[in-house]
């Protein structure tokens, strides 16, 4: 899919057709997730820091991602991919392998072209966004293939034409070559691809090892025999959280532990799972990163035992100095539960303490959090997301401070709308499910 965040966001949003769009983490220490096309005009990319990209397009709308919407979006691409084939391989929301020949719909270069382009016609009608196509004999080749398509068109590469095609660019297109491997290719004068055809395979497994030096060679001139696989196990769920202000009081950093063992079950049945071992994971003001983990009797995805878990994991871990991340996850995953388990972790919890579990700390710290050192806290209003006017009908949150919130009354099928402000507790407004982009068609 094509810059998918931002184009998503483009599309529910006719005011930000063709203006740049930036998705990410707003805060200070908020990253880009996917930056649209016009953005990209301005040097801003996924990764960059958020501060650096607002520094390079001052004038951008910059909006937290709706990871909900874009995955209902990804489940109608997915379920087009299987259509055409039994061998889908996702590799994110917005990308996957195809395997046309297992599928019967393509046994040459111009079958492969043909049914690309149905494809690509077909994501246009059902989502509304674009996406380009590559299409080549290989996993790799296949995925060169498809960013030199984008955006929105498709690029078949000949088998038999792979090294030709290699031969110039950069030793970073082949899979495997990041920053550090790249660089110390480069101290050894190997910067293209042809560059370590003539190498040799002895040259590089001296300077990378017996398997990576091998693989790369292997790849150098165009071979990839790796399959593409129908469905990957998951090994494991986790959610994590990283914070503007480091975090000191441990009544709070209780409770976000506790909110993230929330979401991270919330993934668990999503992915239609359980799991035995719980994670926590804290990274502190000196980024240093401290990993616990509790393996439970039996599988579970019951949110009161992952809760329970990652508390019990937090008491152990020393967070003086503030905290900057905390994540929960969940691993050696199953697909059935232990109906007792919560009670089994509670007694074991009762037999380590010799007391009864502090049960009211949690509905404690809520309390606090709900209410705040000097009364209610306001509702927030997060850039991008969805909210309905009892009067005004459904729009999207510009922006909010100082107890105001600015909304956009619009729809995806609408004209551009009007902007109004109100107060941020107003009883009128409230969030909203997303709206399809395509009219008559539903989100979930």
């Known amino acids: 899919m094509d810059a998918f965040f931002a184009a998503a966001e483009q599309a529910s949003k006719p005011s930000l057709r063709g203006k740049p769009v930036i998705v990410g983490g707003l805060g200070p220490r908020g990253v880009v997730a996917t930056a649209s096309y016009e953005a990209r005009r301005f ?32 489940e109608q691409v997915m379920e087009l991919l299987r259509r055409l084939s039994p061998l889908v391989e996702p590799l994110s929301l917005d990308e996957a392998f195809v395997d046309l020949e297992a599928g019967g719909v393509a046994a040459d270069g111009a079958s492969a072209r043909a049914a690309g382009e149905r494809l690509r016609v077909d994501i246009l009608a059902t989502t509304g966004l674009t996406g380009s196509v590559g299409l080549a004999g290989s996993k790799m080749i296949a995925k060169i293939a498809s960013e030199e398509a984008k955006p929105d068109g498709l690029v078949l590469i000949e088998p038999g034409t792979e090294r030709e095609l290699l031969g110039p660019r950069s030793v970073r297109i082949l899979p495997g070559v990041g920053p550090a491997t790249g660089e110390h290719l480069r101290r050894a004068g190997m910067t293209s691809v042809s560059d370590l055809v003539e190498a040799g395979e002895d040259e590089l497994v001296r300077l990378l090892g017996r398997a990576h030096g091998a693989s790369l060679y292997r790849m150098a001139q165009g071979y990839d025999d790796r399959r593409v696989v129908a469905e990957r196990d998951a090994k494991s769920v986790s959610v994590e959280d990283t914070f503007d202000v480091d975090l000191h009081d441990r009544v709070r950093i209780r409770l976000e532990v506790e909110r993230l063992a929330e979401r991270c079950v919330g993934r668990l049945r999503a992915s239609g799972h359980s799991g035995r071992t719980i994670v926590l994971k804290v990274r502190r003001y000196d980024f240093s990163t401290l990993t616990r983990s509790e393996t439970l009797r039996g599988p579970t995805d019951d949110p009161a035992v992952v809760r329970e878990a990652a508390g019990r994991l937090l008491e152990a871990v020393d967070t003086t100095g503030g905290v900057r991340l905390l994540g929960v996850g969940v691993s050696g995953l199953a697909d059935y539960t232990q109906e007792d388990l919560f009670a089994q972790a509670v007694a074991d919890a009762e037999a380590d303490a010799g007391t009864e579990p502090e049960a009211g700390a949690v509905a404690e710290a809520e309390e606090v959090a709900e209410a705040g050192e000097h009364g209610p806290v306001e509702r927030h209003w997060a850039p991008g997301h969805d909210v309905r006017h009892a009067v005004h009908g459904a729009g999207w949150v510009q922006g909010s401070g100082v107890g105001r919130v600015t909304v956009r009354f619009e729809e995806p099928w609408s004209g551009p709308g009007r902007v109004r402000t109100f107060s941020v507790d107003d009883p009128e407004l409230e969030p909203s499910e997303p709206l399809p982009l395509v009219r008559g068609a539903t989100t979930v």
Request: net charge positive; glycine share 6%; charged share 10%.
């Open 43 to 74: 040097g801003v990319h996924s990764a960059m820091p958020m501060g650096q990209a607002r520094r390079l397009a001052p004038n951008a709308a910059y909006l937290v991602p709706r990871f909900a919407f874009y995955r209902s979006i990804s």
